[in-house]
């Protein structure tokens, strides 16, 4: 049954606690709700993670820079075991030497155990799927291998079809090779993509999702959003939003920007801000202005990397949602449709730092969405490479009148402070000042005068004798 296999999925549909790295650190993504109110962050499987060896690996060698973190590999390790294993690998000798190959730290000692698994069982798909994952060098050659991991798949899913319900044992087979089927499948899709097969890989992942219509977790309606967007399908991403941004189900920078980004285009080729604070805003631009409102609440680090104001790096391969992490994978994969629509960066250039006069503050309270958690930067410093500058949650800034006030407030303690403690070195220091500060009067007098220019002399005469003189009058 399809709850059957639901409940086997759960790690591809959730991921990890923000907390030290253990095997049992997933869980899946209920309604929006119960996801907020968890006190600590969740990290997310990336649905268009890139290929080690074809992407990850090549940027290396170009860079001499490590795109990934320990801990993300770490965490990727953990979905590898917890995805392409079971209880039943003793029973057959290639996937117990895969169950070992996913262990392994050494990329080299993977890709060997990868082969001795295929020397024991040409069908072996797992030993496919790290061969793909790892080795290839090129999205080609990786298409090749999870070609060959698909049929496989395929017969091995099957046999364990017509003998599920005879063990538990066998149940656990077939969650498995239902694990390693949908990975496998899904990751050919994004071979389609990246390879310039658009359409192709549109109906791959549309079969996909009929295949497995109650799997809508794994997201991969993202990479659905993606392919449409760039066929300019916008209709379709319409009908995909229709169906995916809905209050019962979880949020993403994808969901949330994808909506703002078609409501912008109806209105963002003739958008004008020197018009539009003449004569107002139409009804179409409120609704494009609101949505960009909307998704800029859920992510406020997306449009520093879509106006180009941050450089970006290659995306992690799981991301912490509304967090630095996520943003870059996002603004990855779709600066490209921003682009692509005349004026739809303009808007959002003029519009974005509005949101953050909408969010109350202190921003223990939230507008559309839950408060913003304030562990994200923690958890995007071990997600993202150290050589990228983290984007913090921006914070608003104070009123100058509330600075001014504060510090004359600290002055009036200190002053008031040292009074108490010193008091004959503050009379010294405050005749001191009023000297400085003060004016002379004889000065004064004199400059009105029109002639009186040194204080000491007036017309020859000591000014003690001036005084005197003036009091017998």
């Known amino acids: 049954s399809w709850c059957f296999f639901l409940l086997h999925l759960r790690p591809l549909i959730g991921g990890a606690e923000n907390s030290p790295p253990a095997p049992a650190a997933f869980s899946a ?16 499987r990336n649905p268009l993670n890139l290929f080690r060896g074809a992407e990850y690996s090549r940027y290396m060698w170009v860079t001499g820079k490590e795109p990934l973190t320990y801990y993300d590999m770490n965490l990727s390790a ?48 797992t030993a496919y799927v790290l061969l793909a994952e790892e080795e290839a060098t090129t999205i080609v050659d990786a298409e090749k291998y999870f070609k060959q991991a698909l049929k496989a798949g395929e017969i091995i899913y099957r046999k364990s079809q017509n003998c599920h319900s005879q063990s ?18 899904r990751r050919l899709a994004m071979c389609a993509r990246k390879l310039g097969r658009i359409r192709e890989a549109v109906k791959m992942m549309r079969d996909l999702m009929k295949e497995f219509p109650l799997l809508s977790m794994l997201n991969i309606h993202e990479n659905l959003l993606e392919a449409l967007l760039e066929l300019q399908a916008y209709a379709d991403v319409q009908a995909v939003l229709a169906k995916y941004d809905d ?94 629509i005349e004026g739809a960066l303009n808007l959002l250039h003029c519009t974005w730092e509005g949101t953050f006069r909408m969010i109350p503050y202190p921003l223990e309270k939230g507008h559309l969405f839950y408060p913003y958690p304030s562990c994200t930067e923690t958890a995007d410093r071990e997600l993202l490479p150290t050589f990228h500058e983290v984007s913090v949650y921006p914070q608003k800034e104070l009123p100058f009148f509330i600075h001014f006030t504060a ?25 001191a000042v009023s000297t400085l500060w003060l004016p002379n009067p004889w000065s004064v007098q004199g400059q009105v005068g029109g002639g009186l220019e040194q204080p000491g002399i007036v017309e020859g005469v000591p000014a003690q004798d001036k005084v005197l003189k003036l009091d017998d009058l």
């Open 29 to 44: 993504g209920e309604n929006e709700t119960s996801r907020q109110n968890m006190p600590e962050c969740k990290v997310w």
């Open 247 to 340: 209050i019962s189900l979880p949020k993403s920078a994808a969901i949330c920007y994808t909506a703002a980004l078609l409501k912008a285009r109806a209105v963002s080729e003739r958008f004008s801000p020197e018009t539009a604070s003449k004569r107002g805003l139409s009804t179409a631009e409120i609704n494009a202005v609101e949505a960009i409102h909307r998704a800029v609440e859920f992510n406020p680090h997306v449009p520093k990397y879509l106006l180009e104001m941050k450089s970006l790096v290659l995306p992690p391969e799981h991301i912490l949602k509304r967090g630095d992490s996520e943003a870059v994978a996002y603004a990855f994969f779709h600066l490209q449709h921003w682009k692509r």
């Open 78 to 125: 953990q979905d590898h075991q917890t995805f392409f294993t079971c209880d039943t690998d003793a029973l057959r000798p290639s996937d117990t030497v895969m169950q070992k190959a996913w262990r392994e730290r050494n990329p080299q000692a993977r890709i060997k155990a990868a082969y001795q698994a295929l020397e024991l069982n040409n069908d072996c798909a």
């Open 407 to 431: 510090g004359l407030c600290s002055f009036s303690a200190m002053l008031a402070l040292l009074t108490h403690q010193f008091p004959e070195l503050m009379v010294v220091f405050a005749k």
């Open 168 to 185: 538990p044992q066998h149940e656990a087979q077939l969650r498995r090779d239902t694990n390693v089927l949908v990975y496998v499948k």
